[in-house]
Structures are given as structure tokens and as C-alpha cells.
């Protein structure tokens, strides 16, 4: 594949470099777009975030060519030691490093190799990393061997998400309604996963932010490809609901009474899925072999001041606590549940 024309700024070539290579592999990668003269009087800034789990390292970032770049590189397969598999793509910054990107870079290496799964993003007068400890006891302990190494003038900040992450299993939700896409819930893995997902979602017209937790096991194989599948094969259908639970898909399409295109439709997807994923669709939700599919909830705000709630809740006590939210902003005779409770939904 063969990049060219002329982008606004470095970011932006750098965003379109990002895009192509989940396509198509380094080696395949033809970078010839140039940058506008306006932005190229003004250097990119030096970045670098690495993605650390059990069973791949992935880094991404403008970095310094040459023999820094190598010393880079170097570290990475140091730290990988053939155990795991390493993935990187850099642009080639055009600046010398400076004794404090040196420094966070230094001090990023040595975060990763106190975590066991985590993101570490280095800048030339920061590190953030985000690790999945699983205690304040631990985050406290990564944090104090920082602090023991951190040089003077470099900022840094430790955050913790596994107080925040889902308990288990990777879902993706989304409804469909006129035309108009929108996420309902959806799990990532890191940061710089949620980043993926997002741009590419641009192409579905999502352009709002994701509403996702953080998940502490490895991502299934095939989990966002199944997820790009789905949502190609809506894009004709103007109103329909995703429900991807780890690698099994199930699709509702209220709108389409023939069944002849319904099953096209499950078809189609069925010979582009990744090996060991299904996929089923139905027009009715009762149709559906295991009833788990997404919980798609509204509020319908009356002119007389009235509120409805509308969708599936999990319990009665979710749709306890759902009421007395809405009771206690709106009037305790003002709200109306015309719901229902399936068991068989999660907590999203």
C-alpha cells in the first residue's frame, strides 16, 4: 500500500500512518505523504506509548531515528526476551533528543518492568503510566520505586484501573435508530485500544466518546474485526442492535419482517468471521437462543412533566434504584417504569 498526498500537520499523517497499518503490515507500508510547509517549520514533539500484557508488547510513537531509534528498539526486544510478541511502528522525529526525553524514556522502562499488564505513554517532560494493580497496596509500591528513580524536572503520574475494569469477559453493544449509530457499552483493554477503536468507529459515524470500561483479561482474537463486520453489514439497515459478548454475535433487526434478508445478512457476516466466532439474528428478541442480548434503556421526558423509563433492566433491584434516581430529580409521582426484568442481561 502506497500513502501519499499532503497532510495539515504531523498529526495528522501520523493518524493516517495508524490507520493504514491495521490493514496491511510494516513491510507492505509505503509512507509518501508529505507534511504542509506551515506545520514542518515546527517539529512534531517527541511521544512513545507502550502496551505491556502477557502476551504481546506493542509501542507506537515519534521517535528519534538512527542510533537512538536502535538503542529503542533494543530495549523493547530486551524486554520482550522472546517470550512474548513485540510490535512496533514510529515516525522519525525530526528533533534531537533532549536529556529529559532520555530520562522518561529511562524511567518508562523501568515502570514496565514492574507491571505485569499496563500502558506506560512517555513525553519529553512526563510519564503516565496506567497498570493494572489490583491493589492500593500495590500501586503504592509502584509508585514509591518510581519515585526512587524519577530524575528532577521530569513529571509523572501513576494511575490504577483495575478498581474500574470489568470483572470478566469482552462485550461490545451498540443500537441503531434512524440511521443514527450509537454505543451503548463496550470493553477495551487499554488505553491505546480504546484510541483504535474510536477512530475507526469515525468510519460508522460514531464520532461521540465511547462509554467503556477497562478489562483485565487478554482481548479474545478477532474481537474488534467481529465488531467491523457487524456494523458493515448495518450500514444499509436503518434501524438494528449489536450484541458481541467475547465471540459470540447476535444481531436484532425490528424492522426487517422478511426473513429470507435477515438470514442474508447473518450470511454475509458468517463468511468473513474470525474462527471460533458465531453469529445469529433475529427480529424479536424472544427469537434468540440464550436472550442476552444488549439492554437498550430510555427516558421519555413527557410535556406535562412526566418521565418514562422504557427497556429491559437486569432485577428489581436495578429497577428499584433506576426509579429513585429518576424519583428524586423529577417527582415521586412523576415517574413511570413500563419495563421489564431479564435476568440474563449484565451490568453494563
Known sequence: MVLSGQAASAAQRFQALTLARKSVAIHNLSDQISVSETDAKTPAALTLQILKTPKFIRAMGNVPSGPKQEALLAGL?????????????????????????????????????????????????????????????????????????????????????????????????????NGALRVLACRVDSQMHLKALASALQAFGVTHGLPCLMNLADRPSGFDKTIFLALDAVKPIRAATIHLEDNHLQLFFPDLPEADRIAAVVEKIKQRLPEGYGVEASRNLSDMAD??????????????????????????????????????????????????LVPALGND
Open 77 to 177: 526486544r530486551d524486554m520482550a526476551a522472546g517470550q512474548v510478541e513485540l510490535k512496533h511502528f514510529f515516525t522519525a522525529a525530526q528533533r534531537r533528543p533532549s536529556e529529559t526525553w532520555l530520562n522518561a524514556q529511562q524511567l518508562g522502562f523501568e515502570a514496565l518492568a514492574q507491571i505485569h499488564r499496563g500502558e506506560v505513554t512517555i513525553a519529553e517532560d512526563r510519564v503516565v503510566v496506567k497498570a493494572l494493580a489490583k491493589t492500593e497496596e500495590r500501586r503504592q509500591a509502584v509508585l514509591t520505586n518510581l519515585e526512587q528513580l524519577s530524575p528532577a524536572g521530569l513529571l509523572y503520574e501513576v494511575v490504577v484501573v483495575a478498581p474500574n475494569a470489568a470483572p470478566e469477559g469482552y462485550r461490545f453493544r451498540a443500537v441503531k435508530r
Open 291 to 340: 436472550g442476552g442480548l444488549a439492554a437498550e434503556f430510555s427516558f421519555e421526558l413527557e410535556a406535562d412533566g412526566n418521565l418514562i423509563l422504557q427497556g429491559p433492566l437486569k432485577d428489581q433491584r436495578a429497577q428499584r434504584a433506576v426509579k429513585a434516581l429518576a424519583q428524586a430529580r423529577f417527582g415521586f409521582d412523576k415517574v413511570a417504569f413500563s419495563g421489564s
